[in-house]
């Protein structure tokens, strides 16, 4: 080892030293006291379908509250598609600098999350006081989690001009009419992409609703009965088999989210259960698509219509080093000055959970996105009527329900499907 | 009696007993904290209880006999064991083709080797957002050109993602043309260390090319062909992000993985534990195939 002298040795151990210190430097760490006013917040959200609503949290929010407090906000946007909250668990598990933001699924880490009532509370006593739904969701044991922000409706998106011409001036009213009309539709070569896939919101937002609207239930209100296995849930799943081998694509078994946006903008399907993104998109860059394609609430079954909330919340982790300063910005934010352009910027695409909102001009500039607003009085939680926790939660991520019928669509008998159905809830819930 | 002589920093430093920990403890330290570190903490996982956010409760091996009687998780394992078992056999034949004819000589061979490298180095996450565009059923390359080629009107046009079989068809596919590379390149590098003396002496004596390649070529090659399919099982039993982005596991889990599933326990089901149990339970199998390929090469 002549070759190394000594002090080119020192050297590289210096230069070593010196790499490791930079290192820890460089790590991102941001020390903080609780009685020093921070430099920054960071607050984290999955990014919008709608652009306009990003950009208005940046270039209107972000300087104004700097103005106000001298306070900067950092704005971490996560990309769309349900993801956000495995960020949020590896932020409440790594306790990671983020101050606040969406808790999507907060149920899996509500522990992790600040007490935030007063907040909550005070919202919603000044601006009209939420739907009760979403209450079940952010309100646990009697103290809020979250504050209800908006609901990213899912409800049918279809396209006018072939209905019409396959004889249905109005959207089907029921299920059998749905049924009806998606077969002539099939016929006709545009048949319907209903998503039955791993997918996160297009899956549950019809096939909860259509369980429930023939009186099926995945989970009683104890939180504990597994009530899967009835005849309602019998008829709801011998119904999406006919519907899927009459009136819908073969593809949309497998489907992931952004799959039904892409058959319906390719003109492959006539109608799907989805946001309002498709609409968005189609009037952005398809004006002719756009001038027809409508909107339509779910159909009802005998038990009544339903909806499934796709439930967007604000929250504060607990880890937090500044609980004060993140409770201003929520306070803040959440104010009337600050949320209702907020909501307007995005045309309404968060729905608000907050009654205030119920009569907001906003709904009459594009008539077509009315049964987002409108389905909120028939919207449940996914885990309904069992309560939001975690372990509804993993039925969910499991896709459970999900995998009943679309087994039962690809040819598994009815019984086997509720029997497999019923053992992986056994699994969750004991 | 001598005094011992005076302790130098220096001199300490020169001897290679300790130079050589002192090189060998930044890479030590990064392995402990990036692999050790996660690895006995994910151990540790599999004998608790450990919801996100909440303390942990030890349950013993309470998550493993959640397993096995969970049947999603036999139903990953069986397809763990499909995809790698069947996308290993297709690289392997599939690479030793493609390398056979990358060894011989003609006009473009150098961009030719990195052309066919491409599939191997952009990005997974990328070339699978490619291919699932090439599923589509509507306007997917498949279809049309089956269309096309009037193989198929547009309502018996196969749906690649939909349909639980080819489902499981199309995630092979993609791993194989993904994989391949790896394995062509590998072997290629092999088949260069073959000297050309051996196949011109064979020749001389009268031997057809399929007996070079079965007498001479594979029985040189073993060795590498070994280990690249030993590398290219611990990857393809692993993969995750082809899965997770082209069918996520669907439809029905007819393409969920042990990876896969085992991040929805854990990152959907927020069962930290259970999810842990999950992805220890591919270590067992991977070990069983680990130790025998290793024994086969060393008797080779």
Redesign the interface.
């Known amino acids: ?1 002549d070759d190394l002298s ?1 002090s080119t ?2 050297g590289f ?1 210096k230069l ?1 030293a010196a790499g ?1 210190a930079g290192a820890t430097i460089g790590a991102g760490w941001r020390p903080r006291t609780a009685s020093a006013k921070p430099e920054k917040i960071t607050f984290i959200r999955e990014s919008s379908y709608v652009k306009e609503f990003d950009e208005h949290f940046n270039k209107v929010l972000i300087p104004r509250y700097q103005q106000e407090t001298g306070i900067k906000i950092s704005y971490e946007i996560v990309a769309a598609g349900g993801t956000a ?2 960020r949020n ?1 590896a932020i ?2 790594s306790k990671a600098p983020v101050d606040a933001g969406w808790v999507q699924q907060e ?6 999350l600040l007490d935030i009532s007063d907040i909550a509370e005070a919202v919603g006593k000044e601006q009209g006081g939420y739907y009760p739904a979403i209450t079940e969701l952010s309100k646990w044991n009697g103290k809020w989690y979250s504050v209800p922000f908006g609901n990213i409706g899912q409800c049918m998106a279809f396209r006018r001009d072939w209905f019409e011409q396959a004889g249905f001036k109005k959207f089907p009213d029921t299920w059998d009419e749905f049924l009806d009309a998606g077969r002539k539709l099939k016929k006709a ?1 545009h048949p319907y992409g209903m998503s ?4 996160f919101a297009d899956n549950n937002s019809w096939l909860l609703p259509l369980l429930w609207s023939h009186g099926g239930q995945v989970v009683a209100k104890d939180g504990k009965t597994i009530t899967l296995d009835s005849a309602e849930t019998a008829k709801a799943v011998d119904y999406v088999r006919t519907l899927y081998k009459e009136a819908c ?8 989210d952004p799959a039904n946006n ?2 319906f903008l ?3 399907i006539s109608c799907t259960n989805n946001a309002m993104s498709i609409l968005i998109s189609a009037k952005r860059d398809l004006p002719e698509m756009g001038k027809v394609i409508d909107h339509g609430l779910n159909p009802k079954g005998p038990k009544g219509r339903f909806h499934s909330l796709v439930a967007v919340t604000h929250g504060i982790f ?1 880890h937090t080093p500044d609980p004060e300063a993140a409770r201003h910005f929520l306070r803040w934010l959440m104010a009337p000055k600050q949320v209702a352009d907020w909501y307007r910027s995005a045309q309404m695409y968060h729905a608000p959970y907050l009654r205030g909102y119920d009569k907001d001009p906003e709904w009459n500039k594009e008539p077509r996105f009315k049964p987002y607003h409108e389905l909120l009085e028939t919207a449940k939680l996914v885990s309904w009527p069992a309560p939001a926790d ?1 372990r509804a ?2 039925v ?4 459970v329900v999900v ?1 009943m019928f ?2 039962a669509a ?1 040819g598994t008998p009815t019984k086997t499907v509720i029997a ?1 159905a019923v ?2 809830l056994k ?2 819930y004991g | 009696m001598l005094a011992p002589p005076p302790f130098r920093l ?1 001199e300490w ?2 001897r ?1 007993s300790v ?1 050589s920990w ?1 090189l060998l403890t ?1 890479p030590l330290l990064f392995l402990i904290a990036f692999l050790g570190y996660p690895f006995c903490y994910g151990f540790y996982l599999t004998f608790v209880s450990r ?4 303390p942990a409760t030890f349950v013993g091996l309470g998550n493993f006999e ?1 397993l096995w ?4 998780f036999w139903k990953a394992v069986r397809n763990t064991i499909e995809f790698t078992g069947i996308a290993t056999v297709l690289k392997l034949a599939g690479g030793l083709g493609m390398a056979l004819v990358l060894h011989q000589n003609f006009r473009m061979k150098g961009i030719t080797r990195a052309v066919l490298l491409l599939p191997f180095i952009v990005p997974t996450v990328l070339s699978t957002v490619a291919w699932q565009w090439i599923f ?4 997917g390359l498949f279809n049309r050109s089956l269309i096309n080629m009037g193989l198929v009107t ?1 309502a018996q046009a196969p ?6 079989t080819l ?1 499981m068809v199309s995630v092979i596919l993609v791993n194989t043309w993904r994989g391949l590379p790896f394995f062509g390149i590998t072997i290629l590098a092999g088949l260069q260390t073959i000297p050309v003396e051996l196949h011109e002496t064979a020749t001389i004596d009268g031997a057809t090319t399929w007996g070079r390649f079965r007498h001479i070529t594979l029985p040189l090659l073993m060795p590498v062909i070994l280990i690249v399919t030993t590398f290219s099982i611990i990857i393809t039993f692993f993969d995750f992000q082809l899965v997770y982005v082209l ?8 393409t969920h993985l042990m990876a896969t599933y085992a991040y ?2 854990s ?6 534990g259970l999810g842990s149990a999950a992805a220890l339970a591919m270590v067992p199998v991977l070990g069983g195939v680990l130790i025998l390929m290793s024994s086969y090469v060393r008797r080779t």
Request: charged fraction near 25%; glycine fraction near 16%.
């Open positions: 080892m000594g040795r020192r151990l070593s490791a909250h495995v668990v409440v598990e149920w899996l880490y509500r522990e992790g070569g039955m896939g791993h997918g694509i073969d593809d949309c078994v497998g489907w992931l892409k058959a390719t003109d492959q607990k975690r939660g993993e969910v991520s499991k896709w995998d679309a087994k690809t497999e053992a992986g699994a969750i | 220096r430093l020169e290679e130079f002192l930044p919801p996100i956010a909440q959640k009687n969970d049947p999603i589509d059923p509507g306007m547009k749906s690649w993602l939909g349909n639980p489902a069918t996520g596991g669907g439809p029905a889990n007819a929805s326990i990152m959907g089901g927020g069962q930290l």
